[in-house]
């Protein structure tokens, strides 16, 4: 099957923006920061009143801002599938057919995990001799063969799953926390910090060992329940989700001094970025904000898929620059292999366009998908939505809101409405927080309509669904004894397996 390869933005970063062209350089060092949970709107570059991001306001300064940045999934583990194997969770499995439209991810009692026939990004770098580590939450599964370290990573140190807990009793085990192949410990909150030591050690070992690197750090803190060390404790005017934040800006900013300190700056790529949007429903203590986009995370509304982005890299990157064309975090993968010199698989789709100059101007499509159903699409500044559903009225009743104060007639619905007949379309540009749909009367409609269904109907012709991995459940599968757990004396007795379909409700 020919790739249809996913590089028409990163394209022009590499073929329009960079200040020199270095042909027989050898292969860059790749870094992709991925927040969790962090909202567009929590940088001070993006206008964040308390303005307490210095150290990524600085790198937005020194490389380039992508405001239309999209991560592939409103939920963490379908994004992260995302990132790592440049498909669509419809493709690569990481969704659930157990009902229309539901966000599903990897939780302690999940059966599945990365499916054996996906490519992870790892896996095709080490055919050109990196060294890959991830530093903090990985989530595509936490039984044995859906580790890190069976799916292309040389090294990992962090957790399979969310960092909920402490469980101090037998009916739940903890979250373990791994240091490679077996366990560190558990409880990630006192056992993850500081969130930069782990990537400054493997960064000054590949260096010295002259090994390029892939360094996926994966970091945590802004995921309900947030946390932060003691240091940045209080220090926010945002409460403890901006002590997490703070923190967070620390360590990237010592990263990138360490990237200077060591001489390679000017030979690692490095990217920043969330899994999706802020969980606006954890309220303002415990979430973030998404700027002046609808919603937040678990929603195909803008809060829950646009996400903060910048892309550095000293003497290649031009300082300063702001590129408003769409792409996604499917993008990174693809990216990636170019930057390393490795030919994309050609035994499967990937997300996007083809790459050639004439594609450098075009938008690719946003694609927004909720669990195994097409939400909306975005083709340049429109975006047309197929389906609206926030969350059930069950739910809501119960107080669970994924759009507190954002209530929109007929736009945040809390039943599933279609609207395939006459989709409900946006110009983003004027109305970004996607309050006033276009008149079906009107010629800008129809244009805009006769556009995306074009899209639309490529995407379905070229769609193949990949199985579903998040359908069952099972209390047997926990992590109730890792490997490593009887060094610490952490082993406990799992139950017998008895599986069921997983109850995703919204």
Same mark, same amino acid.
């Given at each position: 099957?020919?790739?249809?390869?996913?590089?028409?933005?990163?394209?022009?970063?590499?073929?329009?923006?960079?200040?020199?062209?270095?042909?027989?350089?050898?292969?860059?060092?790749?870094?992709?920061?991925?927040?969790?949970?962090?909202?567009?709107?929590?940088?001070?570059?993006?206008?964040?009143?308390?303005?307490?991001?210095?150290?990524?306001?600085?790198? #937005? #300064?020194?490389?380039?801002?992508?405001?239309?940045?999209?991560?592939?999934?409103?939920?963490?583990?379908?994004?992260?599938?995302?990132?790592?194997?440049?498909?669509?969770?419809?493709?690569?499995?990481?969704?659930?057919?157990?009902?229309?439209?539901?966000?599903?991810?990897?939780?302690?009692?999940?059966?599945?995990?990365?499916?054996?026939?996906?490519?992870?990004?790892?896996?095709?770098?080490?055919?050109?001799?990196?060294?890959?580590?991830?530093?903090?939450?990985?989530?595509?599964?936490?039984?044995?063969?859906?580790?890190?370290?069976?799916?292309?990573?040389?090294?990992?140190?962090?957790?399979?799953?969310?960092?909920?807990?402490?469980?101090?009793?037998?009916?739940?085990?903890?979250?373990?926390?791994?240091?490679?192949?077996?366990?560190?410990?558990?409880?990630?909150?006192?056992?993850?910090?500081?969130?930069?030591?782990?990537?400054?050690?493997?960064?000054?070992?590949?260096?010295?060992?002259?090994?390029?690197?892939?360094?996926?750090?994966?970091?945590? #803190?802004?995921?309900?329940?947030?946390?932060?060390?003691?240091?940045?404790?209080?220090?926010?005017?945002?409460?403890?989700?901006?002590?997490?934040?703070?923190?967070?800006?620390?360590?990237?900013?010592?990263?990138?001094?360490?990237?200077?300190?060591?001489?390679?700056?000017?030979?690692?790529?490095?990217?920043?970025?969330?899994?999706?949007?802020?969980?606006?429903?954890?309220?303002?203590?415990?979430?973030?904000?998404?700027?002046?986009?609808?919603?937040?995370?678990?929603?195909?509304?803008?809060?829950?898929?646009? &996400?903060?982005?910048?892309?550095?890299?000293?003497?290649?990157?031009?300082?300063?620059?702001?590129?408003?064309?769409? #792409?996604?975090?499917?993008?990174?993968?693809?990216?990636?292999?170019?930057?390393?010199?490795?030919?994309?698989?050609?035994?499967?789709?990937?997300?996007?366009?083809?790459?050639?100059?004439?594609?450098?101007?075009?938008?690719?499509?946003?694609?927004?998908?909720?669990?195994?159903?097409?939400?909306?699409?975005?083709?340049? &500044?429109?975006?047309?939505?197929?389906?609206?559903?926030?969350?059930?009225?069950?739910?809501?009743?119960?107080?669970?809101?994924?759009?507190?104060?954002?209530?929109?007639?007929?736009?945040?619905?809390?039943?599933?409405?279609?609207?395939?007949?006459?989709?409900?379309?946006?110009?983003?540009?004027?109305?970004?927080?996607?309050?006033?749909?276009?008149?079906?009367?009107?010629?800008?409609?129809?244009?805009?309509?006769?556009?995306?269904?074009?899209?639309?109907?490529?995407?379905?012709?070229?769609?193949?669904?990949?199985?579903?991995?998040?359908?069952?459940?099972?209390?047997?599968?926990?992590?109730?004894?890792?490997?490593?757990? &009887?060094?610490?004396?952490?082993?406990?007795?799992?139950?017998?397996?008895?599986?069921?379909?997983?109850?995703?409700?919204?």
């Amino acid at each position: 099957m020919v790739a249809l390869t996913l590089i028409t933005f990163f394209a022009a970063i590499i073929c329009c923006s960079w200040t020199k062209n270095l042909p027989n350089a050898p292969s860059p060092n790749i870094i992709i920061m991925l927040m969790d949970d962090m909202g567009w709107g929590d940088l001070g570059v993006f206008g964040q009143p308390s303005k307490e991001t210095p150290n990524l306001d600085a790198m #937005a #300064a020194e490389g380039m801002l992508l405001p239309n940045f999209y991560t592939a999934n409103p939920l963490c583990s379908p994004s992260r599938a995302a990132l790592l194997t440049g498909r669509l969770p419809i493709r690569n499995g990481f969704y659930t057919t157990n009902a229309r439209a539901r966000n599903a991810y990897t939780p302690q009692d999940i059966v599945g995990g990365i499916s054996k026939d996906e490519i992870l990004l790892p896996q095709l770098l080490k055919t050109k001799g990196y060294v890959s580590k991830i530093v903090g939450k990985w989530h595509l599964g936490h039984r044995p063969q859906y580790l890190p370290l069976k799916n292309g990573f040389d090294e990992w140190f962090g957790s399979p799953n969310c960092h909920f807990g402490p469980y101090n009793d037998q009916s739940i085990p903890n979250i373990p926390v791994y240091n490679n192949s077996e366990i560190k410990a558990e409880n990630l909150y006192t056992n993850l910090l500081p969130h930069d030591s782990e990537g400054l050690d493997f960064i000054l070992r590949q260096t010295k060992a002259q090994q390029p690197f892939f360094l996926y750090w994966a970091v945590d #803190a802004t995921h309900a329940p947030v946390y932060a060390s003691k240091r940045f404790l209080g220090k926010s005017q945002r409460g403890r989700y901006g002590d997490a934040v703070m923190e967070l800006d620390y360590s990237i900013g010592q990263i990138l001094k360490w990237l200077r300190t060591l001489g390679i700056d000017n030979n690692t790529f490095v990217f920043f970025t969330s899994d999706n949007g802020a969980a606006v429903m954890s309220g303002p203590n415990e979430s973030g904000s998404n700027g002046p986009f609808l919603c937040g995370k678990e929603t195909t509304f803008e809060g829950g898929m646009r &996400e903060p982005a910048i892309a550095w890299w000293p003497g290649h990157i031009k300082e300063g620059s702001v590129n408003f064309q769409l #792409a996604n975090v499917m993008d990174l993968f693809t990216t990636s292999l170019v930057l390393a010199g490795i030919n994309p698989p050609d035994d499967r789709i990937l997300d996007g366009l083809d790459l050639t100059p004439v594609l450098l101007n075009c938008s690719q499509p946003i694609f927004y998908y909720r669990g195994n159903e097409l939400m909306a699409v975005r083709l340049g &500044e429109y975006k047309a939505h197929y389906w609206t559903w926030s969350n059930s009225w069950e739910e809501f009743r119960q107080g669970i809101n994924f759009c507190p104060g954002e209530e929109v007639p007929n736009v945040t619905t809390h039943e599933q409405k279609e609207h395939t007949l006459q989709p409900l379309i946006f110009h983003l540009g004027r109305d970004p927080g996607e309050k006033f749909p276009l008149s079906v009367l009107s010629k800008e409609y129809q244009d805009a309509l006769s556009r995306i269904s074009a899209v639309v109907q490529q995407h379905k012709d070229t769609l193949v669904p990949g199985i579903p991995q998040l359908n069952m459940c099972d209390s047997a599968v926990m992590n109730w004894a890792p490997a490593g757990c &009887e060094k610490l004396g952490k082993c406990l007795k799992p139950p017998e397996s008895n599986p069921w379909k997983c109850d995703w409700p919204h």
